[in-house]
Structures are given as C-alpha cells and as structure tokens.
C-alpha cells in the first residue's frame, strides 16, 4: 500500500503558506482557507484571497482548534466489550488489523449473504462521498445512503425532479431579478448553496421586491421582506395553493406560458379553487390580505426569482407535496429558465452533476448501479424515491436489519442522532454482524453502537477532495496528518484495494484518484498547484441560453420540452399517479394540536455558530458563544406557562421528552416552538416519531405537536 503522499510542509522554523476549505458547516468544499504553518503548528488563517466562497465565518476559525483537540481521534480503535456497554472498551488497534477485520467481514457477508447486505452510508460531509460511493459500488451493493436520504436536501430534489425534471434551489437575484420568493430557508444563519445574505441585501438596496415565507421572525426575513408570511409549520401546499387562486382568479398568471408548458393546469386550476385567502388564513395562519398581496406582489413585479432552503419545507409528512406546491407559483408566472428568473445553469462542469455531495458518476461507477437497481432495500417502500434519486433511503434501515436484510454497516462521519427515535438505530445497528464508523472524534451518541472507529484526517491535512466552484477547480497544499490519521478518500480506497482489484483503487493513492477524476477536464493536480491561489478555469463551450424548453437542451433526446414524462412542468405528476400518490400537490393537514399538547415544535433551525451534532467539545471557542441547547417560545407563550428566560422546561411530545433551558423570544409566532437539535444530552430526535412521507420517507422534525412545562 502507498504512504500517503504528503507535501513539502516548509523549513524548520520557518513560516510557510497552505490552502484547504472549511467543512464547518458541512458544505462541500465552501470557504477557502490560506493558512500560515509553522513546525507543523497552523500559526493564523485568512479567507483565501480570489477563491470565490469568502469571507470565513467563526466555523472556520474554529477548524484551527479543532486540529489540535486533545480529544481528536488518533488511532483505530477496536470494541472489546459488549455494543452499547457504557464503557465498550475501545482500544488501539493497527490499521493492518483494522483493514483485516473489515475485509474479513465484507468478504464473508458477500459470501454467506449477498454484497447487498452491506450498507454504506456518508452523513452529512459531503468530503468522503465519492470514494466512498465508488466502493460501495465496485464491492457490489446497491445499498448506500447519506444524510440526504434520511432527511436534509433530497426530498426538495425529489420534488424538483417530478415537477421541473431538473434539480433547483432557485438562485440568486440578477440585474434582471424584478422580486424573490424566499421560501423555508434563513440564509442569514446557514443556507445551501448559497450563504448569501449580503448579496440578497444589495439586491434590495437596487429595488429588488422579497416575499419570505417561514414561521419564525429570522433575519432574513426582517432586513429583506416586503411582505412576510408566517405560515404555521407544514402548511406550505395550502399556502402555495392559495397564492395561485389569486393569480388566476385576478388573470395574473403567465397564461401563455401556462398553457404551452404546464401538465395538468385545468386540474391544478379546479384544485387551487377551494383555497381562498380566508380559508388559507384558517389553515395557515396568515392574513388572509397577505397572502393576496404576496399574490400580487410576486406576480406583477417579475421576472421572479425563487430561493428555497434544504429541508424547511420537507420536515413534515407532506414534504413532496409541499415542496411540488410551491415550485409551481414561479411555473405559472412564467418565471422558470428566463433572465432575472429560476434559472438552470447552461454550463455546469461536465461530469459532475453538484460538487460532492454526489461524486463524478464515471468516478464513482455509478454505471454499476442500473444492474443492482433491484436490490435496493427502498423499492418497496419508497418506490417514487428510487426512481428518481441513487442514493437509497434510510429510514427504514431499523426494519431491515431486524428482517436479516442488512448485516453490515460502514459509515463516514456517522451521527445516529441524525435519526428520529435515535434509540432505535443504535440498538438495530449494534445487533448488526458488523459495523464501523470513521470520524474526527469519539461520539459517544454513536460509536458504543459500532465495532471499530478509525480516526480521519481533518480540512488542512487532506489532499481531496479538490474545490468546484462553478467552473473553476482549486487544489489544496496541506500539513501532515496527527497521528495515525487518514483521510476519508485514502481509507475508502485502502478498504477497496484490499477487497479485491488494488488498481481499482489507485493502490490507496489519494492523487492518483484525484487525477483520474481531473482528467475529465485534461488537467492533473501539479496544474492545481501550479495555479494554487488562482485555481484553474475550464472553459465554458458556449454562453448562458435560456427558455431551453424551447431549445431541447433539458431532454436527454434532445427534443422541446421539460424532462418529465410528459415534457411540461408537471401540476399533475404522470410517475406520482404511477405509483397510486396524489398526482396533484395536495394539502395534507398536519398533526393536530391539543390541550395536552398545546404547541407545534420546529427543531433544528439552524443557528450560527453550531453544526448538527459538531462543535460541541471539538471546539470550545464556538462552546462559549452557544453553550447549550434553548427553546424558543413567544413571550405571550411563555408568561401563560410561568415561564422565564433560563427557566429549565420539560419539553414533551407523545414520543418522548427532555429538559431543555427556555428562551422566551417574539422570533417565534404564537403556538410554536423551536429548540436546537444534535445536543447529545438533550437529542431532540427522541422526541419525534418515526413516521414518514409516504412518499420521500423524510420524518416530521418541524410538524410535532408539544407541550412546555416549567420543571
Ligand atoms: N430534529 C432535526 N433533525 C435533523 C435536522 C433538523 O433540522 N432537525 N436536520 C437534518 C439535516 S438537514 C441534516 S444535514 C442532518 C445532519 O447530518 P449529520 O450526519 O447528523 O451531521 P453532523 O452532526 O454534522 O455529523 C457528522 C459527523 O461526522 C463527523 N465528521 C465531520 N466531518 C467529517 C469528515 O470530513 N469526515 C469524517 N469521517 N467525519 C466527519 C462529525 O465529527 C460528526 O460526528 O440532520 C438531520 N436531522
Ligand atoms: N450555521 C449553520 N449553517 C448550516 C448548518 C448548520 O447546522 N449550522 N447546516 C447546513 C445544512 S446540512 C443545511 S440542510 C442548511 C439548512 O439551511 P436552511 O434550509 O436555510 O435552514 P434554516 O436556517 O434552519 O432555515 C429553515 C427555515 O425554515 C423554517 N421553517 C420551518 N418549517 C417551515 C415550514 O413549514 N414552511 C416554511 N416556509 N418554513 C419553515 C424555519 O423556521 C427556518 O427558519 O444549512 C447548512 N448550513
Ligand atoms: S460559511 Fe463558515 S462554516 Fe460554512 S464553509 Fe464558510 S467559513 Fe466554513
Ligand atoms: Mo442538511
């Protein structure tokens, strides 16, 4: 096996640069760092001057700390007492035995069971993905899935994909840009792909016009909204609903448009009629002259843009349809691939479909997967889901392993408390033959349940994966890793080389796969280097075109139209009828409130200076500015429940409860609540149901109903 190819790192004593991203919020390749290094110790960091993603926020200052944790992984690490034991019993043990056991076990579970028993999963960083999903692939399982396929980006791509036939967030606001729907997402705080509060503020300042749909009073919305509608969580379809009766009975919708380019707009228009803006301020809780205004507002100040968030809109039961309900008011406006509105991107980077989250498809063999299509463990329960999107749902994953159908589990920065019931997945995976998880640090919600924990390289001492950004590719410089650490790619391609064909996986070598991948684009990582701060620009084959539902350019049979099965935006979705769902994006009730439980909870809305489950212990410089888990509940709320700012609370739902500190605040309406989630001794999920969308399988972890009671 190759040594991991490290750089030169400098002259003893001497300061010398390198370059990497932060990973701080997850995203892929975001921020750029340059940092200073000395005698292997990072002396400062600044924002990578030219590299596109700046300034770095208080996250990324934080990785410097994180580096040197004392509490960071070293060492593979092996169980020697029973799962779940409240001491397992970890020791050190050598990679070459790490890599035995776990060759060992992937070798026997092929043969004694199938290679679909194995079940590879990624959480939220998007960093190892690609070498990961290649040798899940090349190994032969069908079955891997990430944080996606258990409740972040992928349900809201699903959507897209039924409606549009292309994935979209929307997009930032142009010259053209006229007003912006910003629906479900806070980008003040956090936001995927985008972190782009400041742009949306120049925007405004230039007279661009904001409607901002979420419940609580963000940022976002009080320095950018004309009008803001605070809709009671999961009620987006009825909300969408009711802006479209305004538009068509007011004759404001794009009628020409409309009727060309959308299937299923008699249906959609007979749907919406019942939706009145009183019977949406029932439903909604929003005025019933806003939702008119919001109408009139988006529909006459055009062309509109659109920015949705990753999951705010699908934490519900009704997260599909939700979602398809509100991507169709910029569709009857005529909004959709036009300058200044949802635009899809001409030019992409050839091969790559999104940076990372999803790996090159030549790279990661995704050619491999149409063969195993049948051995997806989601076909039967989310069949609409398999269809359309690769990686495979996980939520069903409890039942699985009790029904025999998985034996193994390997993941790459692995949080059980992503789970709703968390419980159940720690003890489903700790009955498991075998599992093993890689990560930065011990996770004691998640690593008692797993038999060996090997330690990863962190941002500044790994090589992959390169940067995207649009279309252009930056390299990263870094230090050596601490201790016995490897980065993700190295042990996914070591596990790979192992298992059978080393030349499949680069013998272990971390640039080669690099080079494999960059030579879709005739470059090599010396290129990268040779270029460190500038990175390299691969050139655009022709300019932006839009209204490319004129040009055939969305098909893949090159013909007009949208790519769906019937060629148009889809009202009415021919695959959702297919497959006995509600072909219309209909509105679902959510579950109701009681006396016993008053109050509907939003958990996880993001805060800044917290990741999930990250940056607890990791980094105590983040510790001091959010020390611990709050509720939010209105003051109005608050007083009627004896309830005082850092009053300790009993939050409760009919699944399960915790103490949490109480912060009365006007950011959330009245009637609804929202604590953090990922705080390990008070873990929200163990408070939602594991109930599910029927049809992406996304939880309810902004639907829940509640109570709040002073402990
Ligand atoms: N109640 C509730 N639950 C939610 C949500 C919510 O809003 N509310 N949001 C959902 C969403 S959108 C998401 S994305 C998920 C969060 O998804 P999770 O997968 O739970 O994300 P993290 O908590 O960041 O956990 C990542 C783990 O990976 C480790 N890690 C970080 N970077 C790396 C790396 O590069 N390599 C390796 N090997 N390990 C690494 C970290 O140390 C941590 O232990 O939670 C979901 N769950
Ligand atoms: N600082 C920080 N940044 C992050 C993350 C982090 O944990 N911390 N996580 C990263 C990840 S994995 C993700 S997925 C993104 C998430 O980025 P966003 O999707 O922008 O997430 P939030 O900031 O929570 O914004 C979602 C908003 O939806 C609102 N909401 C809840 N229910 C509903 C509803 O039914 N309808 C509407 N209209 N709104 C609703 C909430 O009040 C909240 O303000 O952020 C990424 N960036
Ligand atoms: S926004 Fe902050 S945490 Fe996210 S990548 Fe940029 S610097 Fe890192
Ligand atoms: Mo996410």
């Not at 599910?692 to 639907?703: L, R």
Request: include cysteine; charged fraction near 25%; aromatic fraction near 10%.
């Amino acid at each position: 096996m190759q040594e991991y190819n490290i750089w030169d790192t400098g002259v003893e004593g001497q300061e010398s640069e390198g370059y990497t991203f932060c990973d701080g919020c997850n995203e892929v390749p975001f921020c750029g760092i340059k940092f200073y290094q000395k005698d292997n110790n990072i002396t400062r960091i600044e924002s990578w001057p030219g590299f596109p993603a700046s300034p770095l926020c208080s996250k990324a200052y934080a990785t410097v700390q994180r580096l040197k944790n004392p509490n960071r992984l070293l060492y593979p690490l092996k169980r020697t007492r029973p799962r779940g034991a409240s001491d397992p019993g970890f020791t050190r043990i050598s990679w070459d035995e790490a890599y035995e056991t776990i060759v060992g076990q992937l070798t026997r579970i092929r043969k004694d069971y199938s290679p679909h028993h194995a079940f590879f999963y990624v959480g939220d960083p998007k960093e190892p993905r690609a070498a990961v999903q290649r040798l899940a692939f090349t190994y032969g399982s069908a079955n891997y899935g990430c944080e996606s396929s258990v409740g972040c980006r992928r349900a809201a791509q699903l959507a897209e994909l039924l409606t549009y036939g292309f994935p979209t967030m929307g997009n930032l606001p142009t010259e053209q840009t006229g007003v912006m729907l910003i629906w479900g997402t806070n980008p003040a705080y956090s936001g995927q792909p985008f972190m782009c509060h400041g742009r949306l503020a120049d925007a405004r300042e230039r007279g661009v016009k904001f409607i901002v749909v979420d419940p609580r009073k963000t940022p976002t919305a009080t320095t950018l909204a004309d009008v803001h509608l605070r809709a009671r969580p999961g009620t987006t379809a009825a909300l969408a609903a009711g802006m479209m009766h305004v538009m068509f009975k007011e004759g404001l919708y794009d009628r020409a448009f409309s009727e060309k380019w959308i299937h299923g707009l008699d249906s959609l228009m007979d749907y919406t009629k019942e939706f009145t803006p009183e019977k949406v301020e029932e439903i909604t809780r929003v005025p019933a002259e806003k939702v008119v205004d919001a109408a009139r507002l988006y529909a006459t100040s055009g062309p509109g843009g659109l920015l949705t968030g990753a999951q705010g809109t699908t934490h519900n039961l009704n997260a599909t349809n939700n979602h398809r309900a509100l991507l169709l008011i910029p569709a009857i406006c005529g909004y959709l691939d036009i300058p200044g509105g949802v635009k899809k991107s001409t030019e992409p980077l050839e091969g790559m479909p999104g940076p990372w989250a999803e790996g090159p498809p030549v790279f990661t063999r995704k050619d491999l997967l149409p063969a195993m299509q049948a051995n997806r463990l989601d076909l039967e329960d989310f069949p609409v889901w398999a269809e359309k999107i690769f990686e495979v749902q996980a939520n069903h994953l409890v039942e699985w392993i009790r029904e025999g159908k998985v034996k193994a589990f390997l993941g790459w920065g692995l949080n059980m408390m992503i789970w709703p019931q968390t419980h159940e997945y720690q003890e489903a995976i700790a009955s498991l033959d075998f599992s093993m998880a890689v990560d930065y640090f011990y996770r004691p919600q998640t690593h008692p349940f797993v038999d060996i924990v090997l330690p990863a390289a962190m941002n500044f001492e790994r090589l992959a994966p390169f940067a995207i950004h649009g279309r252009k590719i930056f390299g990263r410089k870094p230090v050596p890793p601490a201790g016995e650490c490897k980065e993700d790619w190295q042990i996914a391609l070591e596990i790979g080389a192992r298992l059978g064909d080393p030349e499949e996986f680069f013998n272990g070598d971390v640039e080669a796969a690099c080079n494999e991948i960059l030579s879709m684009w005739d470059i090599t990582y010396d290129d990268l280097r040779k270029n460190q701060e500038s990175g390299v620009l691969i050139p655009a084959k022709g300019g932006e075109v839009y209204r490319k539902y004129e040009t055939g350019d969305l098909r893949p049979d090159g013909k007009p139209g949208f790519n769906t099965p019937s060629g148009k935006i889809e009202a009415f979705s021919k695959v959702l009828e297919r497959y006995g769902y509600p072909a219309l994006p209909e509105y679902k009730e959510p579950m109701k409130t009681s006396s016993e439980y008053p109050f509907i909870l939003i958990s996880g809305a993001r805060v800044p200076y917290i990741t999930h489950s990250k940056w607890r212990d990791d980094a105590p410089w983040l510790l001091e500015l959010q020390s611990e888990p709050v509720l939010s509940i209105h003051p109005k709320d608050a007083k009627k429940n004896g309830v005082h700012t850092g009053d300790m609370v009993r939050l409760k739902t009919r699944f399960g409860e915790m103490e949490v500190k109480a912060k009365p605040t006007i950011m959330v309406p009245i009637g609804v609540v929202s604590v953090m989630h990922g705080w390990a001794n008070s873990n929200v999920n163990e408070l939602i149901p594991r109930q599910f969308d029927p049809i992406s399988g996304f939880p309810p972890y902004k639907e829940v109903v509640c109570s709040v009671l002073k402990s």
